[in-house]
């Protein structure tokens, strides 16, 4: 299984931005369906945003609310996801994580590589 290693994570006051990474084997990006999803204490794993190996991409409107961009660099092989304007109900454990494609973007049971996630926590 390819190696996902997520950054960038980190405190921050409410309203502010972080840009989460992930960095993956090579040519991962390519192949895969990309997506980060994330999970507070107590709280079931949610998703938050999905790219395809073309590009095209999928949000959890009702948390994201056009606050977060997914991206990726598939010459780095790396999948970015910008947060703006954050809110203390997006403190969690934010993961990065690889799909076969063609499986559902939005189902955790989709994916079946995942990193060790990267804690952002968010004060108000």
């Known amino acids: 299984q390819a190696q996902l290693v997520e950054s960038g994570g980190g405190l921050v006051q409410a309203g502010g931005s972080l840009r989460l990474s992930c960095a993956a084997p090579?040519?991962?990006?390519?192949?895969?369906?990309m997506a980060w999803f994330r999970q507070a204490p107590g709280k079931e794993r949610e998703f938050v945003a999905a790219?395809?190996?073309?590009?095209?991409?999928?949000y959890n409107e009702d948390s994201v609310k056009g606050r977060f961009t997914i991206s990726k660099v598939d010459a780095k092989s790396t999948v970015y996801l910008q947060m703006n304007n954050l809110q203390p109900e997006d403190t969690a454990l934010y993961y990065c994580?690889?799909?076969?494609?063609?499986?559902?973007?939005?189902?955790?049971?989709?994916?079946?590589?995942w990193g060790q996630g990267t804690q952002v926590t968010v004060s108000s």
């Open positions: 994580a690889a799909a076969q494609p063609g499986k559902p973007a939005k189902a955790v049971s989709s994916y079946d590589n």
């Open positions: 090579l040519r991962t990006t390519m192949w895969y369906n």
């Open positions: 790219i395809g190996r073309t590009g095209s991409r999928t």
